[in-house]
């Protein structure tokens, strides 16, 4: 199974494996979820959503549908 | 020597990066509030003297992210800085970056400086350095990146004199693009974009072909060559990601040369207080607390500013009356534009009080966790955790809070808060609320420690958010709306509040009520005053009738006087009104000098209060200028021979007020905001069925 940063555990950190740039909306690159690049997850939010993560230098929240879309690997 | 030389100036920036407090540094108050041309986004511009001769309008652009909008407040900022004819086209840029996210913040930076416009760049926050243990190269950093860059900390006025200095200089900034990005992406593609559009800078032709919105400053011509380019989105789609990961790698590798972090200095207080902020339960209890304190101040503090200005314009009232000698103009102003000034004033305490809160909340980095926090719970009933705020700062006023709700991306979240935030108990409501309390509901202690008046307060306000909570249920329910939008916030630093900036926010609040809902008021109260003191011939002739009628019995001149007057309000213009609609509004249990005050406050709730007081005073001797809440106790219901506001009646009128959509100000609001008149009716009607269903079940089950 693809694991994505959904899968994450909190304080667990990842790479943000090659995006698919086709269902990845602009913004989300804008704010630094980029190829590459490390992610950690800080915080789940209550009923497990949004998640609270930590990347590229920004601390960003996001909903756990777009979460699932950004896949990741482990180091 | 005058000042003859302007230069405008754009201030741009990503939220949280201390640019309202850099625009308040370089301004002051010489702010001014204004709206764009056709939308209702504030335009907040302000001045700054630069040296003897020159003088700077800054605009302060709305904080985004990215020059690709995807909210209406983006969208802004991208026409303000595409349109030349535009007056607002700036003649320099000022970019604000805030030191700790400069890599995300110099995304930005880098898509303007390729619009080719002069470009000076503020790192903010600078006084944090040595804490976080963060060391930059300048010189290094403006070759890299062509440009002029000032340390700032605005906060601590650090940088202002220089960055004054940098904006005069404009004209010998560096326009250069950073680097040739587009050759990168595919060279021959740009090439033709280039030449079709000759008369553009490249990124710019790029930036009008990658947005859907059309822009009106085109040509014909130009127009059909940006849809002939739109055609292949796909394409435009796929360069625009390679792009964005160009300007990072860019960035990355400017930023590897001369900008140094020695990450074993940062502290984590931050994630301390993450973790108890965002808790599973204290969270929750955390906030509710808040919140809980927030509405005692807005309660509590509020009344003692709010009770002495009712005295106040009470007293000015009649003091008027004595030392101007009677007439018309007289009752203008003592009947007129007196309480009608005052009933707009009267509001300046709570509103004041909940945005102080609101701009604390916001200044110090919690509300972005309270958005984190509730987002979940919001969207079961349709709307995004963003939502919240707007549905705060509707407990003062629903104008403001439907502006904020602006920053939601979703389409359909956002409508869904627009339509359900006039349900919360805006500030307009209170007065209301606090007669017909103090009139009807007796002022008991219930189970020793609450009080009968304070517990029926707290039930409307619940009223309000189960009503507001309820209908979003059934909309999210009904509204067919697909839109695919992403949910991104950022999560900021905590930080200590800047007492300047929360001053300044609620100035600008507070101004924007004044003059947007106030002058809506003001302006009804003498209308309704001369709707009320004049009339057709019955009312010409009401002196004559009277005293004809009670020739032969024996009254003082007193009493004449008051019967005369009452004749006169019943046979005025608005008597009238209230006459012809009080078949309709019967059944709830009200008569036509209610009717008169539902009638004017069809523009805003808050008429109700001063529409009774104007009435009532009408009504009385004019001697005796006892408080509105004397003047409507005294009242009877003729046909009943009780007080006219009595539990039935009161109630009715309190769930009246409480579901009607009655404020002319919101409506024109949500109009501009939707962009179409169905919203706005949809508000009125259906809040109206709702208001008057409920207080004819109430009067009747009641009486």
């Known amino acids: 199974m693809l694991k994505t940063i959904a899968n994450l555990k909190i304080g667990e950190k990842a790479f943000i494996e090659k995006l698919c740039l086709e269902n990845i909306p602009l913004k989300l690159l804008e704010m630094g979820c980029l190829p590459g690049i490390e992610v950690q997850l800080i915080q789940v939010a209550p009923m497990q959503d949004p998640l609270y993560i930590k990347v590229n230098g920004s601390h960003l929240a996001i909903r756990k549908e777009t979460a699932e879309k950004i896949s990741i690997v482990n180091f | 020597m005058s000042i003859n030389n302007t230069v405008k100036v754009a201030l741009i920036g990503n939220p949280n990066t201390g640019k309202t407090s850099l625009f308040n540094q370089l301004t002051g108050l010489k702010q001014k509030v204004g709206n764009y041309p056709g939308i209702t986004v504030d335009k907040k511009q302000g001045f700054c003297k630069l040296n003897e001769t020159t003088k700077a309008v800054i605009t302060d652009l709305p904080g985004t992210y990215s020059i690709n909008p995807t909210s209406m407040d983006e969208t802004l900022v991208l026409d303000s800085l595409l349109n030349e004819k535009n007056d607002t086209f700036p003649d320099a840029i000022v970019v604000v970056v805030d030191i700790e996210n400069i890599k995300r913040n110099l995304l930005l930076f880098t898509q303007i400086k390729d619009l080719r416009i002069p470009t000076i760049l503020v790192i903010n926050m600078v006084d944090q350095m040595d804490r976080k243990g963060i060391k930059i190269n300048v010189p290094l950093l403006e070759t890299q990146l062509k440009t002029k860059i000032v340390l700032a900390s605005a906060r601590k006025r650090i940088g202002i004199e220089q960055i004054k200095a940098a904006i005069l200089d404009y004209k010998n900034l560096n326009t250069a693009p950073i680097s040739n990005i587009t050759d990168r992406i595919d060279k021959d593609y740009f090439t033709n974009l280039k030449n079709a559009f000759k008369e553009f800078p490249l990124y710019k032709s790029w930036l009008l072909i990658t947005q859907i919105q059309e822009f009106d400053f085109l040509s014909n011509q130009q127009k059909a060559l940006v849809l002939k380019f739109r055609e292949d989105i796909s394409c435009i789609k796929r360069y625009q990601h390679k792009e964005t990961i160009l300007r990072y790698q860019i960035i990355n590798d400017i930023l590897k040369e001369s900008f140094i972090v020695d990450t074993s200095k940062a502290s984590d207080l931050r994630g301390i207080l993450d973790r108890i902020l965002t808790h599973k339960i204290f969270g929750y209890v955390i906030f509710a607390l808040i919140l809980l304190f927030i509405f005692q101040g807005i309660f509590e503090w509020a009344s003692y500013p709010m009770d002495l200005i009712d005295t106040a314009f009470a007293s000015l009232s009649s003091w008027v009356k004595t030392v101007m000698p009677p007439g018309t103009f007289t009752n203008l102003i003592a009947e007129g534009i007196i309480p009608g000034i005052g009933g707009v004033i009267i509001f300046i305490p709570q509103i004041a009080i909940l945005f102080t809160f609101i701009s604390i909340l916001e200044e110090t980095g919690y509300m972005s ?45 956002r409508l869904i808060t627009i339509l359900v935030v006039p349900f919360t108990t805006c500030s307009a409501r209170l007065p209301v609320y606090a007669i017909l309390i103090a009139l009807v509901i007796p002022n008991k202690a219930v189970f020793g420690i609450l009080n009968l008046q304070g517990l029926t307060m707290m039930a409307l306000y619940l009223l309000g958010f189960t009503a507001a909570i309820a209908s979003s249920i059934l909309l999210h329910k009904v509204l067919k709306i697909n839109t695919k939008s992403l949910f991104v916030i950022e999560m900021p630093n905590y930080k200590i509040p800047s007492l300047k900036n929360i001053f300044y926010e609620v100035i600008e609040k507070t101004k924007a009520f004044i003059f947007g809902a106030g002058k809506i008021i003001l302006a009804l109260s003498i209308v309704l005053w001369f709707l009320a003191s004049n009339g057709p011939d019955t009312f010409k002739n009401a002196e004559q009738t009277i005293t004809s009628n009670i020739k032969n019995k024996d009254i003082s001149t007193k009493e004449l006087q008051k019967k005369i007057a009452s004749y006169k309000l019943e046979n005025s213009y608005i008597g009238h009104m209230g006459k012809t609609i009080e078949p309709i509004i019967k059944p709830m249990g009200y008569d036509w000098k209610i009717g008169i005050a539902l009638i004017s406050s069809f523009a805003a709730r808050e008429v109700f209060v001063g529409a009774l007081a104007t009435i009532y005073n009408v009504d009385s001797d004019g001697e005796n200028a006892s408080t509105i809440k004397q003047r409507m106790s005294a009242e009877i219901n003729t046909e009943t021979g009780e007080k006219r506001f009595n539990i039935p009646t009161g109630i009715s009128l309190l769930l009246f007020y409480a579901f009607a959509m009655q404020c002319i100000g919101t409506l024109a609001i949500v109009k501009r905001e939707t962009n179409s008149w169905k919203w706005p009716l949809l508000q009125l009607v259906g809040m109206g069925i709702l208001a008057y269903i409920s207080a004819f079940l109430a009067f009747n089950i009641l009486s």
């Open chain 2, 369 to 413: 966790r309270v958005v984190f926090l509730m987002d979940k719970i919001m969207r079961k009933f349709g709307m995004s955790g963003k939502s919240v705020i707007p549905l705060i700062s509707g407990t003062a006023c629903a104008i403001p809070a439907i502006m904020a709700s602006r920053n939601i991306n979703s389409w359909k979240e």
